[in-house]
């Protein structure tokens, strides 16, 4: 089919598919009414295969090369639509799917594929740990085998939206006489059980959405260990390529600062000199900096997309993508509160009222600080360029 065509079947399958009233909108869980129609899009979604639209058709998707998933997003925002499948699944679609697609058992393919492809489960990923972040296979959580199911103790920490999700990938510690890199395996467990407890934990930006997770003699299936026992390290490292990939700017989602051009933005808040154009030069400079700084990353992204063709394997380059698109995106928050003035910067306690934009606005730029640590840290990201990019020698940490 030609890109052309394809672009015309996306755009057929949206007009008789897609819900008018749900354009340029995201869920709104205070709003019943609306999250029904939300079910009914995502079943649409869920139909065409377009929840995961990479995947093969038997767990789900819709067997899409990568750029016609590119088109599909674009087409998709064209519209105002959402697919809201990738954030029903929360890191199902993005990561734990296509880790299970790499390393998983044509058993475990058919048990947890389809329902993830769906938006019919969330999954949320227990890799962190108080006194593992960075360096995590220092990570401390046993697992050990009884029968025919693993027997889970200790603590993650940061795992996102753990009180909202069905399963659980789980980073454990299954041989502790070995090196620290070697006694690991990957484990998915439910997170309905006993022995699963998570609490919330209050951010900055005013939200909840991660959770301390303590495991308790919590359980896991044999049957649901992914890769090879003690050879887990194999398996995280392919899942944080994955995280980055989703983190390179290729994933949409729903962002109040993006939705806008910085310079019709600035437009609207700041003065024009007699040419039209934003009188503040120094600051005109910086948006037209950013902008380009964008589209080198868009073309980019494209070019390395391309580059890969036929390797479906991602590659270290994920981490280069996800370090330029963390620098672009915080730069375009910071340069929206600079032109939002003393109109930026609002939060309920304000007292002065402020307008429904200015709050998401500034809870946004809030929540942007943490891309340069979810993933892996900037400097992390730097170490494995350094490493497995540029061929410099080690210096930080041992067998990565
Ligand atoms: C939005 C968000 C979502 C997250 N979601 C999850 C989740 O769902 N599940 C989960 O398990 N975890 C999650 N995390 C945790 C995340 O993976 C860790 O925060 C991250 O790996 C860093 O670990 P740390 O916080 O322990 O920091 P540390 O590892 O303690 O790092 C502290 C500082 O030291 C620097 N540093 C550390 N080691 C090196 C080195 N070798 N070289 C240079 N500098 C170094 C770091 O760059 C950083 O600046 C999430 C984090 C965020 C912000």
Redesign the pocket.
């Known amino acids: 089919m030609t890109q052309e065509n394809f672009r015309n079947t996306v755009n057929q399958w949206l007009d008789n598919n897609f819900p008018d009233e749900l354009a340029h909108q995201a869920p709104d869980a205070a709003d019943a009414a609306q999250l029904e129609i939300w079910e009914t899009w995502r079943q649409r979604l869920a139909e065409a295969g377009w929840g995961a639209p990479t995947w093969p058709k038997e767990y789900g998707g819709a067997a899409l090369s990568h750029d016609q998933a590119t088109m599909l997003r674009e087409e998709f925002s064209k519209r105002g639509a959402l697919n809201h499948i990738p954030i029903l699944a929360n890191?199902g679609v993005t990561m734990v799917g296509p880790t299970i697609l790499d390393y998983g058992t044509e058993a475990q393919k058919k048990k947890h594929l389809p329902a993830t492809a769906r938006g019919e489960i969330a999954w949320?990923?227990?890799?962190?740990e108080p006194n593992a972040?960075?360096?995590?296979a220092s990570l401390a959580t046993k697992a050990e085998l009884a029968g025919d199911q693993f027997v889970i103790n200790g603590q993650?920490?940061?795992?996102?939206r753990a009180h909202q999700s069905q399963w659980c990938g789980a980073v454990v510690r299954t041989d502790p006489s070995a090196t620290k890199h070697n006694g690991i395996s990957f484990v998915m467990l439910p997170m309905d059980q006993d022995g699963v407890e998570p609490r919330l934990i209050r951010l900055i930006s005013g939200s909840s959405p991660?959770c301390e997770t303590f495991f308790n003699d919590a359980r896991a299936d044999k049957a649901d260990l992914l890769g090879e026992l003690n050879d887990g390290w194999a398996v995280v490292k392919r899942l944080l390529q994955h995280e980055r990939q989703s983190q390179t700017g290729t994933v949409k989602r729903p962002s109040i600062i993006q939705q806008e051009p910085l310079y019709e933005r600035a437009k609207r808040y700041l003065q024009m000199d007699e040419q039209g154009r934003l009188a503040d030069a120094d600051l005109r400079t910086r948006i037209a900096e950013n902008l380009m700084q964008e589209n080198a990353h868009k073309l980019t992204v494209a070019r390395i997309a391309a580059e890969a063709a036929g390797n479906p394997k991602v590659s270290a380059a994920a981490s280069i993508l996800k370090n330029s698109n963390t620098i672009i995106r915080q730069a375009q928050a910071e340069l929206t509160l600079e032109i939002m003035g003393s109109q930026g910067l609002y939060w309920e306690s304000s007292g002065d009222n402020p307008g429904e934009e200015e709050l998401a606005i500034t809870r946004e730029w809030l929540q942007g600080k943490?891309a340069s640590?979810?993933?892996?840290?900037?400097?992390?990201q730097n170490?494995i360029i350094s490493k497995n990019i540029l061929g410099l020698p080690e210096t930080?940490?041992k067998n990565n």
Not at 124 to 128: A, F, K, M, T, V
């Open positions: 890191m949320c990923l227990g890799l962190s972040g960075s360096d995590l993650k920490i940061w795992t996102t991660f943490s640590i979810v993933g892996g840290t900037f400097e992390v170490n930080t940490q």
